[in-house]
């Protein structure tokens, strides 16, 4: 098991910053990647960024530029630099880790956490 224990959320007015924090223990293994998605109210969740052990990271296109996640290995600690915020991005803010098999073929393990939430005041 995993779990995984978000910080950082709260009400930002339009243009300004952020910073969520999740810390993860428990049996993680070598092949993971952990991350952020977010569901705003009537819609779906979706992914905003995430970063492998190896530190290939992805963003989804509506944040790109204005979010970067980063992660702490020794710490198994994966953060979200928000900057810019706009009112579109008021959500709540999931932290998420798979575990993958040595091959990246396969998802082990899909944890989450219990969200954080962020709202952007224009």
């Known amino acids: 098991q995993v779990q995984l224990v978000e910080s950082g959320g709260g009400l930002v007015q339009a243009g300004g910053s952020l910073r969520l924090s999740c810390a993860a223990s428990g049996s993680i293994f070598s092949r993971n990647a952990m991350g952020w998605y977010r569901q705003a109210p009537g819609k779906q969740r979706e992914l905003v960024a995430t970063?492998?052990?190896?530190?290939?990271?992805n963003y989804a296109d509506s944040v790109k530029g204005r979010f970067t996640i980063s992660k702490d290995n020794a710490n198994n600690t994966v953060y979200l630099q928000m900057n810019s915020l706009k009112p579109e991005d008021t959500a709540v803010y999931y932290c998420?880790?798979?575990?993958?098999?040595?091959?990246?073929?396969?998802?082990?393990?899909?944890?989450w956490g219990q969200g954080t939430q962020v709202t952007v005041s224009s």
């Open positions: 970063v492998t052990s190896g530190g290939k990271t």
């Open positions: 998420n880790l798979k575990n993958y098999n040595l091959v990246w073929t396969t998802v082990t393990g899909d944890y």
